[in-house]
């Protein structure tokens, strides 16, 4: 996404007008644990609503206020712009990543999309969190 701003890394409280997919797309980035990965896709299909996209503009716009960094592009490439923040929660969180080749631009790693992904394992739907 071109056009991702994440606000400070303070997460300032979120306000009480975000609308309401917007305020279950930040719920669902908040259930993701530590060291873990969401996809935009998994989040909208999470809820059942909306995709990818919209997941994405959901994040660019109110994303500050969560871990933003576990909620990603399918591919595993690191948030443009905020690469270097994303990677030090990543390292902080043992999240799993694979070694950038010497060949890679800027020599960042992605994440290891099959070992970080986050399914949800299903008990959080089931306390009704949907």
């Known amino acids: 996404m071109s056009e991702v701003s994440l606000p400070d890394d303070g997460r300032p409280e979120r306000d009480e007008a975000l609308p309401e997919y917007a305020e279950r797309v930040l719920e669902v980035a908040e259930l ?3 060291g873990r990965v969401m996809t935009y896709g998994d989040v909208a299909e999470w809820l059942e609503e909306g995709g990818p996209r919209q ?3 959901v994040m660019a716009l109110y994303g500050g206020a969560v871990p933003w960094w576990r909620v990603v592009r399918a591919d595993g490439v690191l948030l443009p712009g905020h ?3 994303a990677l030090a929660h ?3 969180e043992g999240t799993p990543l694979k070694e950038a080749s010497r060949a890679a631009e800027g020599h960042l790693p992605r994440l290891d999309m099959r070992r970080a992904r986050w399914d949800g394992d299903g008990s959080e ?3 009704g969190h949907t």
Do not use: N
């Open 55 to 57: 997941v994405g503009r």
């Open 125 to 127: 739907r089931e306390q």
């Open 90 to 92: 990543y390292r902080a």
């Open 32 to 34: 993701v644990p530590p």
């Open 83 to 85: 690469e270097l923040r």
